[in-house]
C-alpha cells in the first residue's frame, strides 16, 4: 500500500508543481535481505523454545 500512496502523492506533485517526485530504487540485495529477516522472524517466533515464545502475540 504505500507504493499506492506514493504513486498518488507524486501524481499530486505534478498537478501542483509540474514535475514528479524522485523515483526511489531499493537495490535487490536489500529486499532479499528484508525478505530474509521476514522469514527467519516468522519461524523463530513460533518455535516453542522459552527466549523465542516471547516474540509470539
Known amino acids: 500500500m504505500p507504493f ?3 504513486f498518488f502523492v507524486s501524481r499530486a506533485t505534478l498537478a501542483l508543481r509540474g514535475r ?3 523515483v526511489l530504487f531499493c537495490p ?5 535481505a528484508l525478505l530474509a529477516v521476514v522469514m527467519l522472524y516468522w ?10 515464545s516471547l516474540l509470539a502475540p
Do not use: T
Open 4 to 6: 499506492v500512496g506514493y
Open 20 to 22: 514528479y517526485l524522485k
Open 28 to 32: 535487490p540485495a536489500l529486499i532479499w
Open 43 to 52: 519461524v523463530v517466533r513460533n518455535m516453542p523454545a522459552h527466549p523465542f
